[in-house]
């Protein structure tokens, strides 16, 4: 597990950078840059069909097996840092950005839906000669790994899905909003993405305003790509396909949910363990729906014990 100066440290590195007038965009990357060293990654980007994909991977590989992560809708690879962080000593990490994603090319011509992610994933695993590895994947990411799962079973050790999309017998309160025409998922103007966080995390860590700040901007920024990918992925969930696909992971799989999420209820993760063969459920108390942000040692631990009960 990596260490980590404590929260008196960081605020001292913020103060000297704000006092040495530097930008809030300096700050940001910064922060970011320090977050990722202090969990044992670098970012690196790779050309895959056209398109530039960024990643997070162990600066210092390691004998152990790979992990791949898989960001949610509107997210990006930084989302996995404090989950990596407790993971990289002993496994080789890698956090993609999905294309729309992050510092990935973002086209709003390319498929979206849940198969065609799958396939963009495949191409990305292929060129970083991924063959076998563990999957992680949150809520549209979740989705994408149990898909992944089952349409390439040979590639899989085992899945972790934190309030996996894809499934939504059990309606939440975005489903709701969504539609009233209230998208809390996708920001449009200032003060947006505060609700945002608010909205999907209950547990909310420690991020200094200024860091808040750029990432509102850019996720305003991200609006047009964010909305076609959100159209792509309402379509394709809850299809019948779907559900039959998950009958076919071979590898265990592991679902976690908090049981405070409003984005996904947490009642379908009954179904997921209903239609994955091989297939257990941890509820989290007081967790919204990213445990590997809110509780990222809680969710590394989880990741460990499911491994040594599998094997």
Known sequence: MIARPPLAVITLLISTVLLSGC???????????????????????????????AYLSNEEPVEGETIVLIHGFGANKDNWTRLAGELTGEFNVYALDLPGHGDSSKP?????????????????LGALKINA???MGNSMGGA???????????QIRSAVLFAP??????????????EEGDNPLIPARE???????????????????????VMEEKAIANRDVNQVIFDAI??????????????????????VWGRQDRVINHRNADVFVEQIPDARKVLLEGVG?????????ESAQLFREFLAETR
């Open 23 to 53: 930008s809030r965009q300096t700050l940001y990357e910064n922060a970011i840059s320090w977050e990722r060293s202090s969990a044992g990654l670098e970012a690196s980007s790779i050309r895959v069909e056209g398109m530039t994909i």
């Open 108 to 124: 709003l011509d390319l498929g979206y839906r849940f198969e065609d992610q799958v396939d963009h994933v495949s191409k990305i």
């Open 133 to 135: 590895t563990h999957m």
């Open 144 to 154: 994408i790994t149990a898909l992944y799962a089952a349409t390439y079973p040979e």
């Open 165 to 178: 999309a894809g499934i939504l017998e059990y309606e939440s309160e975005l489903v709701e909003l969504v």
């Open 191 to 213: 003060g947006d993405f505060k609700r945002l966080i608010d909205f999907a995390l209950e547990k909310k860590p420690f991020v200094p305003w200024p860091i808040y700040e």
């Open 234 to 255: 309402r379509d394709t969930a809850d299809e019948p396909d779907f559900r039959k696909a998950l009958t076919r992971i071979e590898a265990p799989v592991l679902v």
């Open 289 to 297: 729906h990213a445990p590997m942000v809110e509780v990222p040692e």
